[in-house]
Each structure stands twice: as structure tokens, then as C-alpha cells.
T-cell receptor, first 109, second 114 residues
Framework: KNEVEQSPQNLTAQEGEFITINCSYS?????LHWLQQHPGGGIVSLFM???GKKKHGRLIATINIQEKHSSLHITASHPRDSAVYIC???????????FGSGTQLTVLP | GAGVSQTPSNKVTEKGKYVELRCDPI?????LYWYRQSLGQGPEFLIY????????DSGLPNDRFFAVRPEGSVSTLKIQRTERGDSAVYLC????????????FGPGTRLTVL
């Protein structure tokens, strides 16, 4: 069974801090997605990566295929970054996503 | 362009009733996914369509759940004899095709079974 585990479950930071959220996944997952979910349920795709590193603004995602581990970093965090961050692995012929349990991030002003 | 839309945004029903949830994917996206998210948990896969056919329905919890996509665009998730445990947010996502493509999510339908 494909599994995705992420940590921490909850994270509180002060504005400006560097944030890291970690994700480990099992064999069989070929690409890793990082998603952001705001209150009310809307999910936005941040990154999809199967190797290396991607950067978009203050967000950086990395993946280590050998270790089956990915991290999402937020530099210079801001209260508007407060949301649930979810990693998800896609697998199988359907590429359906297997989701981690999410990290509730709260950035305090 | 328009994103993925889902209707209704909220649905309250009584135990035992039948409900239909609609998803309108991004135009041109052949792959469509349904997920279910219970309170405090990550979404779980229900069913995947490639075009008109249900290519993978392994996530449907039981035979009360059924989904269709007759013309390869709009999809309807149908739940018969609803139970309180069916209460969740039902999410639809579409992508250009199957494969390692970004999935675009709709806002979800919050189903409450009383």
C-alpha cells in the first residue's frame, strides 16, 4: 500500500522565520505534490516534483529520491502563509493521489 | 480561464436519502478524480475517470457510491441511502491527462447527513 507521512502535524512560527515541513513516502510513488489548503477547503497545488528542487517565490520544494523524502521550505514566513500544507504522492496507472495528514501552519505577526 | 467548479457547495440531507454531487472540470482536461475529506483528515481517493470511463474505482467505499461521466466532461457522484458516516467534503480534481500532471482542485461540496 502506498503511504505518505508528513511532519510536524502542527507548526507555529513567528513572522519572518524559516519553515520546513517534511514528507516521507513509500515505494511505488513516482511524483510528490505539495498542496496548500485554506480554511473553507480550497486546495491549491504548489509544486509537483519527481527529482531535484523547485522554487516559486518564497517557497522551495526539494525531493531526495533515494531516501524517499521531500521537504517544503518557506522563507521569510508571513501570517498569510497560515494554512494546512499537504504532501501527496501519485502512483499507479491512474496517478491518483495518496495524501499525507497535513501540517497546520500558523504564522504569528 | 475557469477552474474546476463543484455544485452544490453545501448539501444537507437526511439519513437514507439519495444525493448527487456535480463536478465541472477544466475544459480539455481528460482526467477527473473524486476524493473525500473527512474532518481533520487528508483527502482519500474515491474514483478516477479517463475520458468517459471509470478507469479506477477502487476507492469507492461500497456499492452505495457510484459516479458517471457520460460525455467525458461533467461528472456526477451519486450516493444512495446516505449514512451519517458519509458526511465529509467531496473534492473533485482534474488534470490534462493521466500521468505526472498537476491536479487542479474544485472548492468541494460539503455533505452533511443528519
Amino acid at each position: 500500500k502506498n503511504e505518505v507521512e508528513q511532519s510536524p502535524q502542527n507548526l507555529t512560527a513567528q513572522e519572518g522565520e524559516f519553515i520546513t515541513i517534511n514528507c516521507s513516502y513509500s515505494v511505488g510513488i513516482s511524483a510528490l505534490h505539495w498542496l496548500q489548503q485554506h480554511p473553507g477547503g480550497g486546495i491549491v497545488s504548489l509544486f509537483m516534483l519527481s527529482s531535484g528542487k523547485k522554487k516559486h517565490g518564497r517557497l522551495i520544494a526539494t525531493i531526495n529520491i533515494q531516501e524517499k523524502h521531500s521537504s517544503l521550505h518557506i522563507t521569510a514566513s508571513h501570517p498569510r502563509d497560515s494554512a494546512v500544507y499537504i504532501c501527496a504522492g501519485d502512483s499507479g496507472s491512474a496517478r491518483q493521489l495518496t495524501f499525507g495528514s497535513g501540517t497546520q501552519l500558523t504564522v504569528l505577526p | 480561464g475557469a477552474g474546476v467548479s463543484q455544485t452544490p457547495s453545501n448539501k444537507v440531507t437526511e439519513k437514507g436519502k439519495y444525493v448527487e454531487l456535480r463536478c465541472d472540470p477544466i475544459s480539455g482536461h481528460t482526467a477527473l478524480y473524486w476524493y473525500r475529506q473527512s474532518l481533520g483528515q487528508g483527502p482519500e481517493f474515491l474514483i478516477y475517470f479517463q475520458g468517459t470511463g471509470a478507469a479506477d474505482d477502487s476507492g469507492l467505499p461500497n456499492d452505495r457510491f457510484f459516479a458517471v461521466r457520460p460525455e467525458g466532461s461533467v461528472s456526477t457522484l451519486k450516493i444512495q441511502r446516505t449514512e451519517r458516516g458519509d458526511s465529509a467534503v467531496y473534492l473533485c480534481a482534474s488534470s490534462l491527462t493521466s500521468g505526472p500532471w498537476e491536479q487542479f482542485f474544485g472548492p468541494g461540496t460539503r455533505l452533511t447527513v443528519l
